[in-house]
T-cell receptor, first 112, second 114 residues
């Protein structure tokens, strides 16, 4: 079945460092890919998405490119801030949107 | 006010007790979902509903039941709670009419079963 694998955390970075969180997926067909973010004490919220190969999703300085050849959707940010500290979830949706499959989540700590 | 509201935010209960978690939404979405979050396992789908008359099991429905009382309300019940149901539970919604697969989440209910 469909699945999402993302790098284990926690990831600890200093402010202004470069961030990469790896995500790979297994799916039939052409899934849509997502990154959701969960701030402390809150529910998940969509950070960015891409719906077809080579699309780049971007939001709040974060970017991810849908790479079908490597089945990957890695999250990147050029300069992280303390306020980016959160748990990041990679996810896919492959069946008309009614079943979103999530990775295990990667916790990011950013130190001032 | 939050678009997707879950109650209670926290609940401690004992093994064998029946418990209900409630979710209401003001987004006008037709689809609603219940997920549970466990450390290292991400979110797993318990039940989902496309509309009031349509309820479907997710990947981990055993020990749970749901009720879609109205388009805006979707409750999750644990008939006889057990300790391994201790988790963070999320309700989510989506809108099929806009062909947008984006999920909107509530703030979660932390459930502890002793």
């Amino acid at each position: 079945g469909d699945s999402v694998t993302q790098m284990e955390g926690p990831v600890t970075l200093s402010e202004e460092a470069f961030l990469t969180i790896n995500c790979t997926y297994t799916a039939t067909g052409y899934p849509s890919l997502f990154w959701y973010v969960q701030y402390p004490g809150e529910g998940l919220q969509l950070l960015l998405k891409a719906t077809k190969a080579d699309d780049k999703g971007s939001n709040k300085g974060f970017e991810a490119t849908y790479r079908k050849e490597t089945t990957s959707f890695h999250l990147e940010k050029g300069s992280v801030q303390v306020s980016d500290s959160a748990v990041y979830f990679c996810a896919l949706s492959n069946t008309g949107g009614f079943k979103t499959i999530f990775g295990a989540g990667t916790r990011l700590f950013v130190k001032a | 006010d939050a678009d997707v509201t879950q109650t209670p935010r926290n609940r401690i209960t004992k093994t064998g007790k029946r418990i209900m978690l409630e979710c209401s939404q003001t987004k006008g979405h037709d689809r609603m979902y219940w997920y549970r979050q466990d450390p290292g396992l991400g979110l797993r789908l318990i039940y989902y509903s496309f509309d009031v008359k349509d309820i479907n099991k997710g990947e981990i429905s055993d020990g749970y039941s749901v009720s879609r009382q109205a388009q805006a309300k979707f409750s999750l019940s644990l008939e006889s709670a057990i300790p391994n149901q201790t988790a963070l539970y999320f309700c989510a919604t989506s809108d099929s009419r806009g062909r947008d697969e984006k999920l909107f989440f509530g703030s979660g209910t932390q459930l502890s079963v002793l």
